[in-house]
């Protein structure tokens, strides 16, 4: 089966012509989220980036669902589509398997993406249709005033649960993992650096990407990552993954991340001499999901201690919209291009004389 | 077995039409070399019943390949059980294929049977209440043993009870004389058994003279991996064409002639309502110059079309099975914006899913087709059963005023000639547009006359490529709901087109610039301006059958036109007066259907649902439309419709 690398499935989007700058992708919308919301951070970073591509703008679209987060395509002088909840990632997929010259993004949220919209996106990615997935995470729904979302910490008090939420939260990055994603990273809004990083590898990336960015909604749920950004405190909470090298963090690398060799499981352990070699180097490449998934599970649900960001997986497996058009174009090989007559004919007439 | 042709006018669908002159009698003609008499008939119904696992679809099919390609006018009516195996031998399991072929232009699948095959007990118990005195009946004998009867309620044998007098009864052992036929293959009894219903067809292609090469050549490529099959296959159709020659039960048989002067000239062929629906697609595309997409999640009775249309990648054609009817839509949706022709396709629950999607398509404006192959509902409701009880869904099942456009075929071919319209609709006015088909039409079938492809209407459109308003500073831009003075549709503007990008979506929108917009006079202007476009769309005036100053009108919709046509024949074979109408189009209706409803005294409006478009007509043309209605998930039958309308045309 031919299958295109990277680089190949991106020279199918143009390039542009000239140089670009962040004001080419600033539509003339004024932008219309809360003073101090974590989505202007998302925005500039994406704005900025996009010039780095190289793409002719006319072939970027952006697609979004409901929720604060998916104003965004309004807001990106490109193509664009706000949707309706959930649904961006269904939209998505029928452009690009359309559309194999365009570079298409889904922006869409917790309660989009997870909660309405989950069954799409986990289809996505299991086909990984090329498609850039962001995921603003603020683990609250914003756009209806604050009730808890489908990543909210167990017991979270909002007007919907005033004596607390019950539901169990999903960790977007171990959904993803288990939903066959070719690829996830975690960031986080403040972290502009970070976060145009693992924008980067996105879109080098050819089929599905999933980005989780933790998102700060200062009205509903303010602070709900500052143990992640608190530079004293996140230095113990986070856990900065980079590809080929060991898995340590806290103050002056003393933590690290080992293999139980009973239960194959990873835990954290304080680094010493003896136990130095056996810290878990990062394989964002390793095809199995295995190590990636048990990362993803050393943040506390609660209190986000031992948070992974950063590229947890990248895998290259068949794209679905390549595919669909190799099987255009082996159609075509086989029986030759369609003929419309024959067709209607078939191959069972009869014909009635005057 | 005169009774073909002699049975009581009122009992056989059509008895009375005189299409093609006088109903013949039937004619003695001596064959040359067989000893046997050839009698002629004008027309047959036949219908062949057994348990769901015996084929009988098949069996039909392959029946009606034969009788097409011999020339009869035909019309279909599969009727199958939603269950792939219910028990076996139960009257729930029956699955039957009933088929009305004629030397004239006929117009349904019959009311009644001149012919059953009844494979088993359940199948005779099934059907024999549809078959009327004196009609021909063909019983597998070596399935009327105690238990099979015992399961649908037989005490004794209806064989030998005297309860079928009345009928012409042939007792076949179907099941025994395959094995007989079959005992050179090698086959386990069970293997050879299977064949019967090929025994069954055989028999019945030679009491009606039908071509057998068609058949031969379908079983070998059908087997083509299991050789052996294959010719078992074959022995066990030609023996039942020999056991019809040679055995003393079956003293004649029957020859229906060609159709010829009935159709016009052309190259004809068989074709079910799905098959034309995704040609019709596929000629769409191909008219329109633009790549098909469907996007599709499998349900009764659509799936078909999704099946077909993946066969034609050739073509361009993209097919999205997605992970739900949401998802579906959403697809097309998302193509339609890249430049498809973005289509869905679906039955009534899939409908009530795709609400929302469809609702965003109108605030969108971009085009869309919405096929929905009618079924009985509510919820899961009849899967493998018609009905017409979609309308209301698809003129109002989404929030807000969401205007779109439907049209409805209303045969089998039709299907093809009604998606054309759809894409003219969706592509020139910019619009998702629902086709409204049905169980009934999906797999009926009838003789096609093969259009020239150079015929076809021509519906290439235009995309956007450059600003289209000048600013007050004059500066040029595009803008995204600026209309079409004419049409009142708006710019498609295709992603990958320089100097246009923009964004749409659900959120109200300022007319012209597109920009987000809570106005309260803006969206009051933009939902005028929808419904406007949708009520300005130009559609056919109406045409009215009404040759001789009839004071009662018969209006219909969709798949009902084949049995309201036959009732209207029938009444004014009989001398009365009255006028028939039929509409393609039920959003926007034709201009001139106010002034044909105020024309006539009597309204009369049969539909398979509790009267949906009488409701409808009631509302915007303050008419007493009269409802006639039907929910059992079968069609009408032209005689129980001629009763109905011969009662209102005389009140």
Same mark, same amino acid.
């Given at each position: 089966m031919p299958e295109a690398n990277a680089n190949e499935l991106l020279q199918l989007v143009?390039?542009?012509?000239?140089?670009?700058?962040?004001?080419?992708?600033?539509?003339?919308? #004024? $932008?219309?989220?809360?003073?101090?919301?974590?989505?202007?951070?998302?925005?500039?970073? $994406?704005?900025?980036?996009?010039? #780095?591509?190289?793409?002719?703008? #006319?072939?970027?679209?952006?697609?979004?669902?409901?929720?604060?987060?998916?104003?965004?395509?309004?807001?990106?002088?490109?193509?664009?589509?706000?949707?309706?909840?959930?649904?961006?990632?269904?939209?998505? +997929?029928?452009?690009? +398997?359309?559309?194999?010259?365009?570079? $298409?993004?889904?922006?869409?949220?917790?309660?989009?993406?997870?909660?309405?919209?989950?069954?799409?996106?986990?289809?996505?990615?299991?086909?990984? $249709?090329?498609?850039?997935?962001?995921?603003?995470?603020?683990?609250?729904?914003?756009? +209806?005033?604050?009730?808890?979302?489908?990543?909210?910490?167990?017991?979270?008090?909002?007007?919907?649960?005033?004596?607390?939420?019950?539901?169990?939260?999903?960790?977007?990055?171990?959904?993803?993992?288990?939903? #066959?994603?070719?690829?996830?990273?975690?960031?986080?809004d403040s972290d502009r650096k970070h976060l145009t990083s693992v924008l980067r590898a996105a879109a080098d990336h050819p089929g599905t990407a999933l980005v989780e960015i933790y998102q700060n909604c200062n009205i509903f749920n303010d602070g709900a990552f500052e143990v992640l950004k608190d530079k004293e405190r996140a230095e113990e909470a986070v856990i900065r993954l980079e590809h080929g090298k060991p898995i340590r963090f806290g103050s002056e690398g003393s933590k690290g991340v080992v293999r139980d060799p009973l239960t194959g499981d990873l835990g954290v352990v304080t680094v010493t001499e003896e136990n130095q070699s056996q810290i878990l180097v990062h394989d964002a490449h390793n095809p199995s999901p295995t190590t990636a998934f048990a990362l993803s599970r050393l943040a506390d649900a609660d209190t986000l201690h031992h948070t992974p960001i950063g590229v947890l997986r990248s895998v290259e497996r068949p794209v679905y919209d390549a595919l669909m058009s190799d099987q255009l174009d082996a159609a075509i090989e086989q029986h030759g291009k369609g003929d419309l007559s024959n067709l209607l004919a078939g191959n069972d007439t009869w014909t009635v004389v005057g | 077995m005169t009774s073909q042709v002699s049975s009581p006018a009122g009992k056989s669908d059509e008895a009375s039409e005189a299409v093609v002159g006088e109903q013949r009698a039937p004619q003695l003609v001596r064959s040359g070399a067989a000893e046997k008499e050839i009698r002629r008939l004008d027309r047959v119904i036949i219908r062949f019943a057994g348990d769901s696992g015996d084929g009988m679809q098949l069996t039909g099919d392959r029946f009606t390949s034969e009788t097409a390609s011999f020339g009869n006018d035909l019309s279909t009516l599969p009727n199958f059980p939603a269950e792939i195996r219910a028990p076996a031998g139960t009257l729930p399991g029956v699955s039957s294929f009933q088929l009305h072929f004629a030397d004239h232009d006929i117009?349904?699948?019959? !009311?009644?049977?001149?012919?059953?095959v009844a494979m088993n007990p359940a199948a005779l118990k099934a059907n024999i209440a549809d078959v009327p005195r004196g009609a021909d009946i063909i019983v597998n004998t070596d399935e009327f043993t105690k238990r099979p009867m015992a399961k649908v309620g037989y005490a004794e044998s209806p064989l030998e009870d005297g309860s079928l007098e009345a009928y012409n009864v042939?007792?076949?052992?179907?099941?025994?004389?395959?094995?007989?036929?079959?005992?050179?293959?090698?086959?386990?009894?069970?293997?050879?058994?299977?064949?019967?219903?090929?025994?069954?067809?055989?028999?019945?292609? @030679?009491?009606?003279?039908?071509?057998?090469?068609?058949?031969?050549?379908?079983?070998?490529?059908?087997?083509?991996?299991?050789?052996?099959?294959?010719?078992?296959?074959?022995?066990?159709?030609?023996?039942? @064409?020999?056991? &019809?020659?040679?055995?003393? !039960?079956?003293?004649?048989?029957?020859?229906?002639?060609?159709?010829?002067?009935?159709?016009?000239?052309?190259?004809?062929?068989?074709?079910?309502?799905?098959?034309?629906?995704?040609?019709?697609?596929?000629?769409?595309?191909?008219?329109? !110059?633009?790549?098909?997409?469907? &996007?599709?999640?499998?349900?009764?009775?659509?799936? !078909?079309?999704?099946?077909?249309?993946?066969?034609?990648?050739?073509?361009?054609?993209?097919?999205?099975?997605?992970?739900?009817?949401?998802?579906?839509?959403?697809?097309?949706?998302?193509?339609?914006?890249? &430049?498809?022709?973005?289509?869905?396709?679906?039955?009534?629950? &899939?409908?009530?899913?795709?609400?929302?999607?469809?609702?965003?398509?109108?605030?969108?404006?971009?085009?869309?087709?919405i096929i929905d192959i009618q079924r009985g509902g509510p919820s899961t409701g009849l899967p493998t059963k018609t009905e017409q009880a979609d309308l209301l869904q698809a003129m109002y099942g989404r929030n807000g005023e969401a205007p779109v456009p439907i049209v409805a075929p209303k045969t089998p071919a039709d299907c093809f000639d009604a998606a054309l319209e759809a894409a003219r609709i969706a592509l020139t006015y910019r619009t998702p547009v629902f086709l409204l088909s049905d169980g009934y039409l999906a797999n009926g079938s009838e003789p096609w006359r093969i259009p020239e492809t150079d015929s076809l209407p021509d519906l290439r459109t235009r995309f956007a490529t450059g600003p289209n308003h000048e600013l007050a500073d004059g500066t040029e831009v595009f803008w995204p709901y600026k209309r079409d003075p004419e049409t009142l549709a708006r710019p498609w503007a295709v992603p990958g087109t320089p100097g246009l990008e923009h964004r749409i979506g659900g959120i109200e929108k300022q007319d012209g610039s597109g920009n987000i917009s809570y106005d309260p006079a803006n969206h009051d202007f933009m939902v005028r301006t929808r419904q406007a476009k949708v009520d300005g769309i130009q559609v056919p005036d109406l045409e009215v059958d009404d040759p001789a100053g009839a004071t009662t009108l018969v209006l219909g919709w969709g798949s009902t036109y084949g049995p309201i046509t036959a009732a209207v024949r029938r009444l004014r074979a009989a001398g009365e007066t009255i006028a028939q109408a039929h509409l393609r189009h039920l959003n926007p209706f034709p201009r001139n259907l106010g002034e044909v409803l105020r024309r006539y005294d009597k309204v009369v409006v049969p539909e398979m649902n509790l009267g949906q478009l009488a409701l409808l007509l009631r509302a915007k043309y303050l008419v007493d439309a009269q409802s006639y209605n039907q929910v059992n998930g079968m069609p009408f039958k032209a005689e129980q419709l001629a009763t109905a309308l011969k009662e209102a045309n005389g009140a």
């Open positions: 143009p390039k542009a012509e000239g140089k670009q700058s962040m004001k080419d992708f600033k539509s003339d919308q #004024e $932008v219309r989220w809360c003073p101090g919301c974590g989505d202007y951070a998302v925005l500039a970073a $994406v704005q900025g980036f996009m010039p #780095e591509l190289g793409l002719a703008k #006319e072939n970027i679209t952006f697609v979004s669902g409901i929720g604060c987060s998916s104003r965004f395509p309004y807001y990106m002088n490109t193509y664009g589509m706000h949707s309706i909840h959930g649904r961006a990632p269904s939209i998505a +997929t029928g452009l690009a +398997t359309s559309r194999r010259d365009l570079s $298409v993004w889904v922006v869409t949220g917790d309660g989009d993406a997870l909660s309405i919209g989950g069954n799409h996106l986990i289809h996505a990615l299991r086909r990984n $249709v090329n498609l850039k997935i962001l995921l603003f995470n603020n683990r609250i729904y914003g756009l +209806t005033k604050g009730q808890y979302s489908p990543t909210s910490e167990v017991g979270k008090i909002t007007k919907s649960t005033p004596m607390g939420s019950l539901d169990a939260p999903f960790n977007p990055v171990s959904l993803a993992l288990g939903a #066959e994603a070719s690829f996830v990273a975690r960031t986080v | 117009l349904t699948p019959g !009311d009644a049977p001149n012919v059953l042939h007792p076949v052992p179907l099941t025994t004389l395959t094995i007989e036929a079959l005992k050179e293959f090698g086959l386990s009894r069970k293997e050879a058994e299977r064949s019967k219903n090929m025994f069954a067809l055989g028999l019945l292609s @030679w009491m009606y003279n039908r071509p057998t090469e068609g058949t031969e050549t379908f079983l070998r490529s059908k087997f083509a991996k299991k050789p052996a099959i294959a010719e078992a296959n074959v022995a066990a159709f030609r023996a039942g @064409w020999n056991f &019809g020659e040679t055995t003393e !039960d079956f003293a004649v048989s029957y020859e229906v002639a060609p159709a010829s002067q009935a159709f016009p000239t052309g190259t004809y062929r068989n074709i079910s309502g799905n098959l034309a629906l995704s040609y019709g697609l596929i000629a769409a595309g191909r008219q329109a !110059d633009l790549p098909v997409y469907l &996007g599709s999640y499998p349900i009764t009775p659509a799936s !078909d079309i999704l099946h077909e249309l993946s066969k034609h990648k050739n073509f361009g054609v993209r097919t999205f099975q997605a992970e739900d009817e949401i998802a579906g839509i959403g697809a097309a949706l998302g193509a339609s914006f890249g &430049g498809s022709l973005g289509v869905t396709t679906t039955s009534g629950p &899939g409908v009530a899913l795709k609400s929302e999607t469809i609702g965003l398509a109108v605030s969108l404006e971009l085009p869309l087709l």
